[in-house]
């Protein structure tokens, strides 16, 4: 079945460094991915997306490319700040039906 | 547009209870999931409603159901709780016009405790 493998956390990095969050998938056919950020006490947000292969999502300075070669998603973000510090979630959204599938998370603290 | 509501944002039940939590969604979306997050286990699927009807169901014993109204609004009921079911409960929605490329967006969540 469809599935996301998502790069184990917590990450700590410092203030104005870069980031790379990798996450993989499985699935069948031509599956969307999203990167969804939780901050503490809230729900989860859409931060980016991509439809097709080869298309780049991109939001407040994060950028994925989906890569179908490579069954893969990864996140990245070339300077990171303080207020980046939350919970990352990749995920996929299948071809069959409405349903999604998330990653486990990946915990980001950035200190200053 | 308003956001994916849901009511309430705490609770606390003890075992045995029962208890429903309610989720609005997003003006002219027609699909509302839910999913519960534990620290332990991450996010699950519970299940989908479109138009009224359970389309996508999760792994989840039958204590958890839910049913959908028609104006979109959604419920989950959860019989008989455990501690285990203390977590937070997300519901999010989408168009539900059942293409795969739809992008669901979340509410805030309800966070149930059970003692």
């Known amino acids: 079945g469809d599935s996301v493998t998502q790069m184990e956390g917590p990450v700590t990095l410092s203030e104005e460094a870069f980031l790379t969050i990798n996450c993989t998938y499985t699935?069948?056919?031509?599956?969307?991915l999203f990167w969804y950020v939780q901050y503490p006490g809230e729900g989860l947000q859409l931060l980016l997306k991509a439809t097709k292969a080869d298309d780049k999502g991109s939001n407040k300075g994060f950028e994925a490319t989906y890569r179908k070669e490579t069954t893969s998603f990864h996140l990245e973000k070339g300077s990171v700040q303080v207020s980046d510090s939350a919970v990352y979630f990749c995920a996929l959204s299948g071809i069959t039906g409405n349903q999604f599938y998330f990653g486990t998370g990946t915990s980001l603290t950035v200190i200053p | 547009k308003a956001g994916v509501t849901q009511t309430p944002r705490y609770l606390i039940k003890t075992r045995g209870q029962q208890v429903t939590l309610s989720c609005s969604p997003i003006s002219g979306h027609r699909s509302v999931s839910w999913y519960q997050q534990t620290p332990g286990q991450g996010l699950q699927f519970l299940f989908e409603y479109f138009s009224e009807t359970q389309r996508n169901k999760g792994n989840f014993p039958g204590r958890f159901s839910g049913r959908q109204f028609s104006n979109s609004r959604s419920e989950m009921n959860v019989s008989t709780l455990e501690l285990g079911d203390s977590a937070l409960y997300l519901c999010a929605s989408s168009s539900g016009t059942g293409l795969y490329q739809e992008t669901q967006y979340f509410g805030p969540g309800t966070r149930l405790l059970v003692l």
């Open positions: 699935a069948t056919g031509y599956p969307s």
